[in-house]
Nanobody, 117 residues
Framework: QVYLVESGGGSAQAGGSLRLACVASGEFSRLKAMGWYHQAPGKQRELVVN???????DYVESVRGRFTISIDQDKKTEWLQMDSLKVEDTGVYFCTAEIDGMWWSSWGSGTQVTVSS
């Protein structure tokens, strides 16, 4: 079983910054990639970024240039640095990870980000 636990988030004004973190735990052999989903109010989850532990990242257009993902493979942790925040970045962010050949997602409460104008 793999567990993904998010932290960080909170409230910020448009143009501000926030930083999210996610730690993967459980019994597994290989962490290959991690990423983040964003679920805006009333909408479905959208994958906004994922990155391999080798550093190959793929950002959705709406966050490219504003968000930066990083992974510490040894710590089994990822971070999402969110800069130049926009109101539309508001929502719940969920962690995802490719571990032992499978994609796992956090189906807990995620971490809330609220951006005000």
């Amino acid at each position: 079983q793999v567990y993904l636990v998010e932290s960080g988030g909170g409230s910020a004004q448009a143009g501000g910054s926030l930083r999210l973190a996610c730690v993967a735990s459980g019994e597994f052999s290989r962490l290959k990639a991690m990423g983040w989903y964003h679920q805006a109010p009333g909408k479905q989850r959208e994958l906004v970024v994922n990155m391999t532990v080798d550093g190959v990242a793929d950002y959705v257009e709406s966050v490219r240039g504003r968000f930066t993902i990083s992974i510490d493979q040894d710590k089994k942790t990822e971070w999402l640095q969110m800069d130049s925040l926009k109101v539309e970045d508001t929502g719940v962010y969920f962690c995802t990870a490719e571990i032992d050949g499978m994609w796992w997602s956090s189906w807990g409460s995620g971490t809330q980000v609220t951006v005000s104008s």
